[in-house]
Nanobody
Framework: QVQLVESGGGLVQAGGSLRLSCAAS????????MGWFRQTPGKDREVVAA????????HYRGSVQGRFAISRDNAENTVYLQMNSLKPEDTAVYYC??????????????????WGQGTQVTVSS
């Protein structure tokens, strides 16, 4: 089992910044990919960004490219999401996700094995 604890959500004005953190604990040996997803009421959970744990390659959905940055701290088993130039449409519950499987499709919700409880991000206009 792997436990994921997110923090850093909140209310911010459009154009502002927030930094989300996700700390993984438990049986974290063999981490392959960690990612961030988001979900709004009535919509499917969508990928925001992901990072390959060993090589550090990053991946983003198009609408956040250039505004968000995902990073990791291997020693602390923590992944971060720096969100800049936030827009009202970024408002959602953000979830951290973890996969230990080789070949994980970073953009695919079903590829991940464990999820955090979610943290609310609200961007006011």
């Amino acid at each position: 089992q792997v436990q994921l604890v997110e923090s850093g959500g909140g209310l911010v004005q459009a154009g502002g910044s927030l930094r989300l953190s996700c700390a993984a604990s438990g049986r974290t040996l063999g981490t392959y990919v960690m990612g961030w997803f988001r979900q709004t009421p009535g919509k499917d959970r969508e990928v925001v960004a992901a990072i390959d744990w060993s090589g550090g390659s990053t991946h983003y959905r198009g609408s956040v490219q250039g505004r968000f940055a995902i990073s990791r701290d291997n020693a602390e088993n923590t992944v971060y999401l720096q969100m800049n130039s936030l827009k009202p449409e970024d408002t959602a519950v953000y979830y951290c996700a973890y996969s230990f499987k080789y070949g994980t499709r970073w953009y695919e919700r079903g590829s991940y094995d464990f999820w955090g409880q979610g943290t609310q991000v609200t961007v006011s206009s």
